[in-house]
């Protein structure tokens, strides 16, 4: 056997040994090398095969100078363990970071087995990023984890990314998105588990885990902005003549009902400072007459009362925030955006916003010619909003255009606040809208 054979069987007899030791001694280093060999991907492996490609006769007898000046101080099998250790921590420590998004415990394929030990109860998210289920229970599950984060060390609300980290998923069966699993205490594999298959609400999913792990959620009280109809007061209010009306009719024990309840909520909290558009539900299963007036055979139906309108049509577009909210805003003329903000054209006005062009591309003279024709035009309309283009035009008279810059830095400070309620916020984001078409390239919005 040539001297190259024995040195190389030698080595991996040492190697052997060495993790040997590091397992009786209680280290895992077998155990993370696994584990970030298991990471490794096409684009890793390519930078190592060119690094390898790379390597020449003076760059190995470095290599091996700086290894024996390393091994001077050696003296035992445990001071190499140690050197061992020294020269892997940061690899070990940056696979083995414990992450949060909020209150949510972070899994990997790396530290699932890891922090998913059985040492405690823990529910479980298996999602896909792309999955429209999945976004539309994010914001419950974070408010979940919120609940119960007096008790992070009792009992874990985490999730994966199973679409990335698919030899968890595969592990636990995992064919759909977003799928939930409990993990009682005691349980760090596939048996025992056992499949979350209630509502997705917060309340439904704070019960669960309350009730398995006997330890009660602190759920922040939350104000709904959805209107509560019943026979009483549902034709007075959904046929207010000022008044877009948007109702669910719902059961109490409908599943589909209830997995669109948060996201109902959610709507209902985007439009809740819009004045003529009333985001609303009725328990169609309970008040039957109203039920059969309006020809209610399944549940959900959802059905727009247009204002002024005597009869309503249904809606038939995906149950996701973001179709609602685009529904609304095409048949109501509102201009709001998923999570309740304002579109950048919102508040502004064709005429005004023509005239704000020329303001600018004119000197003095003309710019007052401009503000009076602007100011005639905002008092037939008789609305803040147009008086504020008059008001930014005389302004800009009496200041020059550094006041311009001024109000947008004002009302940009404004908006950062953390202070500022949901209708003020709605205010300045209207008047900041209104300060962008004050450019000579700016382009008026359509009628």
């Not at 823990?122 to 999955?131: N, R």
Request: proline share 4%; with cysteine; glycine share 6%.
């Amino acid at each position: 056997m040539s001297f190259f054979k024995k040195l190389f069987f030698l080595l991996i007899a040492v190697n052997a040994a060495f993790l040997g030791y590091d397992y009786y001694q209680g280290g895992q280093i077998a155990f993370n090398l696994v584990e970030n060999a298991k990471q490794l991907n096409k684009d890793q492996l390519h930078h190592y095969v060119n690094e390898l490609k790379s390597i020449t006769p003076e760059k190995i007898a470095g290599q091996v100078n700086n290894a024996f000046a390393q091994l001077q101080n050696v003296n035992s099998l445990s001071d190499i363990l140690e050197l061992v250790r020294e020269k892997t921590s940061p690899i070990l420590k940056s696979s083995n970071t414990v992450e949060h998004d909020g209150n949510v415990l972070v899994l990997t394929d790396a530290n699932f087995k890891q922090l998913i030990d059985g040492s405690k109860p823990a529910l479980v998210e298996f999602y896909a990023p792309w999955c429209g289920h999945c976004k539309n229970l994010a914001p419950i599950y974070s408010q979940l984890a919120d609940a119960f984060a007096h008790q992070k060390e009792n009992v874990i609300i985490a999730k994966l990314d199973a679409d990335q980290h698919r030899e968890t998923g595969s592990a636990y069966g995992i064919q759909g998105f977003p799928t939930l699993k409990w993990f009682p205490k005691g349980v760090h594999s596939p048996e025992g588990v056992e499949d979350y298959k209630g509502a997705r609400d917060l309340n439904s999913l704070a019960s669960f885990v309350q009730q398995k792990s006997g330890i009660a959620p602190r759920i922040r009280a939350q104000k709904s902005n959805v209107v509560e109809l019943n026979s009483k007061n549902f034709h007075e209010i959904v046929f207010n003549p000022k008044k877009h009306v948007f109702v669910e009719f719902y059961a109490s024990w409908c599943g589909h009902c209830k997995n669109l309840a948060p996201i109902w909520e959610r709507l209902g909290h985007a439009f809740a400072n819009e004045p003529n558009v009333v985001i609303a539900k009725i328990n169609a299963a309970d008040e039957a007459d109203i039920g059969q007036e309006f020809d209610i055979e399944g549940y959900p139906t959802i059905k727009l009362f247009p204002a002024g309108e005597s009869t309503p049509f249904a809606y038939s577009g995906a149950r996701s925030e973001a179709a609602f909210i685009s529904f609304l805003n095409e048949h109501t003329g509102t201009k709001r955006k998923v999570g309740g903000g304002l579109e950048s054209d919102a508040g502004r006005i064709p005429e005004l916003d023509e005239l704000a062009i020329r303001f600018m591309t004119h000197q003095k003279e003309k710019r007052e010619e401009i503000q009076k024709e602007a100011q005639q035009f905002a008092k037939e309309l008789g609305t803040r909003y147009a008086n504020y283009y008059a008001k930014i035009m005389e302004k800009m008279l009496v200041n020059g255009d550094k006041f311009l810059d001024t109000e947008k830095q004002r009302l940009s400070k404004i908006l950062k606040s953390d202070d500022v309620s949901s209708s003020k916020l709605d205010d300045f984001n209207i008047r900041q809208n209104i300060l962008a078409s004050f450019d000579k390239k700016a382009t008026p919005v359509a009628v």
